[in-house]
């Protein structure tokens, strides 16, 4: 059974920091790349970071260039996003992707975790 589990959401004032986990089981983590999407009522789920399956390439949406990193523990089957410098415009729910494309696209999504910005 897949599973994308994410954690560490939460309220944080602007300026703060948080650090959002997804622990994966069910397939084999470290042949896929792995993704963090955010979405606000009303509005496309947009791509926040990604990595890919050996660390080696990492992507980021401008808005949060050099504020958010994006990293891997293969050995944990976990994927985590490091948020600091938070601002308003950075609520949303976060979601975690787990994608592999190779002869078919195989795409895996968590549940999403609430990160609210506000003082």
């Known amino acids: 059974q897949v599973q994308l589990v994410e954690s560490g959401g939460g309220l944080v004032q602007p300026g703060g920091s948080l650090r959002l986990s997804c622990a994966a089981s069910?397939?084999?983590?470290?042949?896929?790349?792995m993704k963090w999407y955010r979405q606000v009522p009303g509005k496309e789920r947009e791509l926040v970071a990604a990595?890919?399956?050996?660390?080696?390439?990492?992507v980021y949406a401008e808005s949060v260039k050099g504020r958010f990193t994006i990293s891997r523990d293969n050995t944990k089957n976990t994927v985590y996003l490091q948020m600091n410098s938070l601002k308003p415009e950075d609520a949303a729910v976060y979601y975690c992707?787990?994608?592999?494309?190779?002869?078919?696209?195989?795409?895996?999504w968590g549940q999403g975790t609430q990160v609210t910005v506000s003082s």
């Open positions: 992707n787990a994608l592999r494309r190779f002869l078919r696209t195989i795409n895996y």
């Open positions: 069910g397939f084999t983590f470290s042949i896929f790349d």
């Open positions: 990595i890919g399956s050996t660390a080696t390439s990492t």
